[in-house]
């Protein structure tokens, strides 16, 4: 396996259910992301960890749990979410490097529905 | 006002035409410019990147920031149709956050 890849790619849920996304990097990087992409709307970023510590948390709803068990794994952990949480969520992963700026590697995301 | 603003298209154009992507911003503390193509059912994959002002090229790709009117631009020569895609900017101060743009899809028609 190489890059970033997430697991499931697809994931239908009714509000009452609990679901995780998981994601893992083989790219040896030290900090890991999670965005959510929603059609005709720019990339939200939800999360930042910077070896394994998280850093950001752009005023996501507390339905929306991460975990980052280490710099390879993150998860997104899902719990009564709202049919307008259907989206695309990606994961990405970068450098971190002190100072500057760092490319980031997305994975192919998870295709999320509620219902 | 977002900090930065794209046009969501749809942007279609014969094969072979040169193709002009924008993008404006509102802060000008962004200092790091970049561009994403993303593919149906993928994810992005970082394109271009560029630092401050200027210009840079690859292959049949260049991007172009003037920060003076805070406008940033890809250009891609002799379009193809594997060129189809939704191609996103993406701006940054610093480490990590990038404040993206919502998008541009592009068709390139044989």
């Known amino acids: 396996e190489t890059g970033v890849t997430q697991t499931p790619r697809h994931l239908v849920m009714g509000m009452t259910n609990k679901k995780s996304l998981k994601c893992e990097q083989h790219?040896?990087?030290?900090?890991m992301y999670w965005y959510k992409q929603s059609a005709k709307k720019p990339l939200e970023l939800m999360f930042v960890?910077?070896?394994?510590?998280?850093?950001e948390n752009n005023s996501v709803p507390s339905r929306f749990s991460p975990e980052c068990p280490n710099s390879s794994h993150l998860f997104l952990h899902l719990h009564t979410l709202q049919p307008e949480d259907s989206a695309l969520y990606l994961c990405?992963?970068?450098?971190?490097?002190?100072?500057?700026?760092?490319?980031?590697?997305f994975g192919p995301g998870t295709r999320l529905t509620v219902l | 006002q977002k900090e930065v603003e794209q046009d969501p298209g749809p942007l279609s154009v014969p094969e072979g035409a040169i193709v002009s992507l924008n993008c404006t911003y509102s802060n000008s503390a962004f200092q790091y410019f970049m561009w994403y193509r993303q593919y149906s059912r993928k994810g992005p994959e970082l394109l271009m990147y560029t630092y401050s002002s200027g210009n840079k090229e690859d292959g049949r790709f260049t991007a172009q920031v003037d920060k003076s009117s805070k406008y940033i631009s890809l250009f891609i020569r002799d379009s193809q149709p594997s060129d189809s895609a939704t191609y996103l900017c993406a701006c940054s101060r610093g480490a990590q956050k990038l404040v993206f743009g919502q998008g541009t899809r592009l068709t390139i028609n044989p």
């Open positions: 960890y910077s070896l394994e510590e998280r850093v």
């Open positions: 790219l040896g990087h030290n900090a």
């Open positions: 990405a992963s970068s450098q971190d490097p002190v100072g500057g700026t760092d490319t980031q590697y």
